[in-house]
């Protein structure tokens, strides 16, 4: 285990020491999360031209229960194991480069990148059928974000990990209650409830 450890506090070295201050200011607005409304409203939008008003109403409580679920769950593990953030962790932070606004005391896992891979999962599975590739277009975004975490030096590249595993995992378990819904239902979507 203190090898893992190791091995994860020289990748964040390694990845966080990648930046330069020219683009400091790039990936600390990336990382705020108010940056993504943009794109929450695009898939809002999506959401209303393939399943209508009550399929994405339906949706956006879904997409409310998960991201709560998802941040809640973070906070429980990160109360629960402790892992300092590396901005906070001696032998760490004074080699690399803390360019975020704020830093947490605890950062086991990333409540950013589970969120952002919560959503990704779920939104591109529904729309995936609609829009070929926003599944894709959503990767991209969520990795974005996650990287953003190491870059600002908030987060471990295993943090980041975890992360997307269980927020991909939280992700398609509300995929799934959604196509419970669409077959209680008897639609293939919600447009006609």
């Not at 994405?56 to 998802?70: D, E, K, N």
């Not at 360019?99 to 779920?122: E, P, W």
Request: aromatic letters at 16%; one cysteine or more; hydrophobic letters at 50%.
């Amino acid at each position: 285990m203190e090898q893992l450890v190791e091995l994860d506090q020289e990748l964040f070295l390694f990845l966080n020491n990648l930046g330069n201050p020219v683009w400091d200011n790039f990936w600390n607005v990336l990382t705020h999360k108010w940056t993504s409304i943009p794109l929450y409203i695009l898939l809002i939008y999506l959401l209303y031209r393939s399943l209508g008003a009550k399929g994405t109403l339906i949706t956006v409580i879904l997409v409310a229960g998960m991201i709560t679920a998802t941040d809640q769950l973070a906070n429980v593990f990160k109360d629960g194991f402790e892992r300092l953030r590396p901005c906070r962790q001696n032998g760490v932070m004074e080699y690399a480069r803390f360019v975020a606004i704020r830093c947490g005391k605890y950062g086991y896992f990333s409540a950013h990148a589970a969120s952002s891979a919560a959503l990704t999962v779920y939104m591109g599975f529904i729309l995936k059928p609609f829009f070929k590739r926003i599944l894709l277009i959503l990767i991209f975004w969520a990795l974005l974000i996650a990287y953003s975490r190491i870059y600002v030096g908030v987060h471990y590249p295993g943090d980041v990990l975890s992360g997307i595993i269980i927020g991909s995992g939280i992700g398609y378990i509300f995929f799934l209650v959604q196509q419970k819904l669409w077959k209680k239902y008897g639609n293939s979507n919600f447009g006609n409830l």
